[in-house]
């Protein structure tokens, strides 16, 4: 400030002094005036300059002062610092919070008051089919245009969600995208989407699961209670007595057998996979289940089926001894069920190349058309219902099968042809298979 006077005062004195060279009071006067002008002209000019600077709001290049000025300017010059290094840490926090939605595996799409996109991640734009960045600005109703969105907007309902058709990640394959809206701020929106093909495809195959079950269940308690009925209402013979006391015992043994197979999957599904600590010569597991599918031969074949064990029986394997012995006596048995009286079976494992071993059961029954393949470990599907429910069967087998060879990190096969038979194999890979001699087993 004292600086100001001075300079003030010394224009002043200057112009007082250039005047009075003139011998007149009137000259004196005016040329004081005339410094205190240059004075006012010379400080609004640095004001100016400071002015500009401060329009620009650069830290960096501030003008160079003096006196109070360049207090002046470098107390702003600290304020505008303090406020670039405040705007650049919100920047990152804004980034950081966008790559933090952007990482959500749920989409998020920002509307504006008109419902207009602001701002999406890459997971809405694809389960709803635009261009995150082309599409800001536009009107989501115009992108999304299912007809149950619309309505969905047009009412406002937005308490519950929507569920629409999204575009697939293939031609021709849709997806189930649920839509919900929440309203924020000034009537600003937050659209939530969510990918529910797969929750939607489990229920479905639940609610499957479930009606089949109860079908399988319901159609021997229904031919059960009739007997009973029968049973109590009518006097029977001896001979009636104890063949229809044969047929319940039938279905009751079919019911028992559907319930223990389910009970079987659902181990299966819910316990952790078998570790690699228990070892067993494949020699063993292969006579318990042949002499399983001769006595099942004997049973229900006239003539009975030839069955024979071919391949390498050198081999330890490693896993659960009661699933695999499981998963091969179902192969050997419905080998045994489908193949007509007096048919040739074999079966035996083999040492692949690569260190994995494969079990194999051939048969010379009808062969399976090429069609149902695909679809044979689905559970109770069957090519031919009447044979499997003639023979006990439950349609659950080759499912259990494909739970099993999974669990142990292995694969299944079928090769078939029509007239010809079929060969199924499960294969265990390397880490499973040691040869006779293997240090683990020693231990
Ligand atoms: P199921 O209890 O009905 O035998 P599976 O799951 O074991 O059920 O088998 C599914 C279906 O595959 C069977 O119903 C049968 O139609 C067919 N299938 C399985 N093994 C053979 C085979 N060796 N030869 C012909 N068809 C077979």
Redesign the pocket.
Known sequence: MTQRALELLLLVALGGVWGWAGDDPAWTFAGGLLGGLVWVLWDGLRARRVLDWLNRAEAQRAPALSGVWAELVDRNRKLIKKLEKKAQSSDHRLEDFLSAIQASPNGVVLLDAHGRIEWANLTAANQLGFDPQRDVGQYVRNLVRQPEFSQYLKHKDFEREVQIEGPGARAGQSTQISVQIHPYGKKRRLMLTRDVTAVQLAEAMRRDFVANVSHEIRTPLTVLSGFVETMQTVPLEESDRLRYLGLMSQQAQRMQTLVSDLLTLSRLEGSPAPGQGDWMPTQELLRHVLQEARGLSQAIAQPVHTIESLGDDSAWVSGSKSELLSAMS?LLS??V???PPGGRIEAGWRLNADGSATFFVS?S????AAEHLPR??ERF?????S??RETG???????IVKHVVQRHGGGFDVQ?VVGQG?T?ALILPAVRVRQREAPALRE
Do not use: K, Q
Request: a positive charge; proline letters at 3%; zero cysteines.
């Open positions: 179902n419905n080998a069920r489908y193949t048969d029954g009808p062969g399976i044979l470990t599907y069957r090519v031919d219902r044979r499997s069967g439950t349609g659950l087998g080759l499912a078939s079929s199924f």
